[in-house]
């Protein structure tokens, strides 16, 4: 049973400062890791993509992967109130990146307080 | 912007009755996919195609139905609505093995 785990939240974030978003994985095999930006009500957009072990940067965000620890985090640096959404973080086995077998956690809460 | 319809948006039915979510994207991706979120849980994959005519089960089980007779066309189909069937269904598309494009989902309650 492939799962994906994350803190629920809600996670509290004063605006400017960086929120740290969590994400662990069971399955060994999984290569290629996804978060995903879900506002209420609304669909999930991909915000950041990584395949290797380290860091990806992209804008203010900041994927983080220990394929060792079977961990994923995001960072989101100088944080807005328009980045007050639910995070999903989601893996897949294929290292293509293919979206078959997709597996999503349950999402973190992230509240940016003004 | 992403070019992939849900229709329709919101549906309210009776249990019983058969129903038919439609899925549309002008993308030309070959692979789509149909997602079951109830609120506050995660996303759980329910069915997928690589292409026209290829349909596959995801990891839910599902009594819904899916068919892929065009490429830009992926329809949910429940023969028979129960209450247990009420949820948000979310339908994407890729290309790239990257990214996957949502669309806006249909919000299904069933009385």
């Known amino acids: 049973q492939k799962e994906v785990e994350q803190n629920s939240g809600p996670l509290s974030v004063p605006e400017g400062a960086i929120a740290s978003l969590n994400c662990t994985y069971s399955?060994?095999?999984?290569?290629?890791f996804f978060w995903y930006r879900q506002y209420s009500g609304k669909s999930p957009e991909l915000i950041m993509f990584?395949?290797?072990?380290g860091d990806k940067e992209d804008g203010r965000f900041t994927a983080q992967l220990n394929k060792a620890s079977q961990y994923v985090s995001l960072l989101i640096r100088d944080s807005q109130p328009s980045d007050s959404a639910t995070y999903l973080c989601?893996?897949?086995?294929?290292?293509?990146?293919?979206?078959?077998?997709?597996?999503f956690g349950k999402g973190t809460h992230l509240i940016i307080q003004p | 912007e992403a070019d992939i319809y849900q229709t329709p948006r919101y549906l309210v039915i009776g249990t019983g009755k058969k129903i038919t979510l439609e899925c549309s994207q002008t993308?030309?991706?070959?692979?789509m996919y149909w997602y079951q979120q109830d609120p506050g849980m995660e996303l759980h994959l329910i069915h997928y195609?690589?292409?026209?005519?290829?349909?596959e089960k995801g990891d839910l089980s599902s009594e819904s139905t899916v068919s892929r007779i065009r490429t830009e066309h992926f329809p949910l189909t429940l023969e028979s609505a129960r209450p247990s069937h009420t949820s948000q269904y979310l339908c994407?598309?890729?290309?790239?093995?990257?990214?996957?494009?949502f669309g806006p989902g249909t919000r299904l309650t069933v009385t």
């Open positions: 993308m030309g991706h070959d692979k």
């Open positions: 994407a598309s890729s290309e790239s093995n990257i990214e996957q494009y």
């Open positions: 399955d060994r095999g999984s290569q290629s």
């Open positions: 990584i395949y290797s072990n």
């Open positions: 989601a893996v897949n086995p294929y290292s293509g990146g293919g979206a078959d077998g997709l597996t």
């Open positions: 195609s690589y292409g026209v005519n290829s349909t």
